[in-house]
């Protein structure tokens, strides 16, 4: 998977092993022990076969470079690039803060943006297909990264030409029970058009509770609970009942 590179195959087993630990799957999961937390083969193995209309990426950024993998029912495909991590870390933490700030120049937040594509979708876009849904695990290091605002070299936004979607992992996702999204089942909206304060403060979302509402509306048995209301003993209060 790597040309051969055994101390980058040392570093991405213990950057699994440490994934494991952080999960608090270490014991649980099969195939992983406290003697030898490897990632348990089978968990992939099981999960391949189901991956019909969509694509996962997963990253993990490593002393010595990056390393992504691509899986889906067409096979396991890995790509390997040395490079220099904390500028990798950096220019995302930057692209983020671009991201979030208006006031951000437009032609250094394309540069960032165009940087990382050209980092973390050039090298593996052959086995990327636009009907599939990418499901994108990201390190640690390079976590909240607005996936969607990456440029191509067509000036395309990736998430114009993809649907994306966020995903803590496979060790997180083992143990959830995979059930049908139904319009009967009990569901708990819970909508605030502007953080108060801290650092997600910001310019309030005008449509957030029409839209919550529409939500709310397509299913038959709805919590919905909105701005002051929606306090954290109040959110907890209905989370348990809800199945959605």
Not at 106 to 117: A, F, K, Q, T, V
Not at 164 to 191: E, K, N
């Amino acid at each position: 998977l790597l040309q051969g590179d055994a101390r980058a195959a040392l570093e991405i087993w213990e950057w699994y092993r440490g994934e494991a630990l952080r999960a608090g799957k270490v014991g649980s999961v099969p195939g992983l022990s406290e003697a030898s937390s490897a990632p348990a083969p089978q968990l992939v193995a099981e999960r391949l076969p189901l991956l019909t209309d969509s694509t996962v990426l997963s990253y993990a950024l490593l002393p010595r470079g990056l390393a992504i993998w691509i899986y889906d029912d067409r096979g396991i495909f890995s790509h390997w690039a040395e490079s220099n991590p904390a500028a990798i870390s950096q220019i995302v933490d930057r692209f983020r803060g671009q991201c979030g700030d208006p006031r951000s120049d437009i032609d250094g937040l394309r540069r960032n943006s165009r940087w990382l594509y050209d980092v973390l979708i050039a090298p593996i876009e052959s086995h990327l297909s636009a009907d599939r849904t990418l499901i994108v695990e990201l390190d640690d290091a390079i976590s909240g990264l607005p996936f969607e605002a990456l440029l191509d070299p067509q000036d395309r936004y990736i998430g114009d030409r993809y649907t994306i979607v966020s995903s803590l992992g496979l060790y997180y996702q083992s143990g959830r029970r995979q059930t049908p999204l139904r319009a009967d089942a009990h569901a708990l909206i819970v909508v605030v058009s502007k953080a108060a304060s801290g650092e997600y403060a910001g310019e309030p979302l005008p449509d957030a509770v029409a839209e919550g509402e529409m939500v709310a509306g397509d299913f038959k048995d709805a919590d919905l609970i909105t701005e002051s209301g929606a306090t954290t003993d109040a959110v907890l209060a209905k989370l348990s009942s809800a199945a959605v």
